[in-house]
């Protein structure tokens, strides 16, 4: 069983900037496919980003960078530039084994999920 928990959410202007966190049990964290997910009000959940196969979801791309500290076992989105359109609860997810092309784009490819962040950008 791997549990996630992700911090780092919070209310920012139009423009500012955010890094969530999301920290993982387990102890083979090296080996997993890990990503980023947010949902909307309203809205189904979308993806965000995913690694070690680094992919992004076009709406993001340029402005968030997904990366990982595995001496942490902890996995990180810096979100830039945030636009009030990102406002979402944001889920880390992760997969104990790797996720080949496109698959980390794909929320069934993921076994475990976080409980969540909200993330809020004003305009």
């Known amino acids: 069983q791997v549990q996630l928990v992700e911090s780092g959410g919070g209310l920012v202007q139009a423009g500012g900037s955010l890094r969530l966190s999301c920290a993982a049990s387990g102890r083979t964290f090296s080996n997993y496919a890990m990503g980023w997910f947010r949902q909307a009000p309203g809205k189904e959940r979308e993806f965000v980003a995913a690694?070690?196969?680094?992919i992004y979801a076009d709406s993001v791309k340029g402005r968030f960078t997904i990366s990982r500290d595995n001496a942490k076992n902890t996995v990180y989105l810096q979100m830039n530039s945030l636009k009030p359109e990102d406002t979402a609860v944001y889920y880390c997810?992760?997969?104990?084994?790797?996720?080949?092309?496109?698959?980390?784009?794909?929320?069934?490819?993921?076994?475990?999920w976080g409980q969540g962040t909200q993330v809020t950008v004003s305009s």
């Open positions: 997810a992760a997969n104990p084994l790797s996720l080949s092309g496109t698959l980390g784009t794909r929320k069934y490819a993921y076994a475990y």
């Open positions: 690694i070690p196969t680094t």
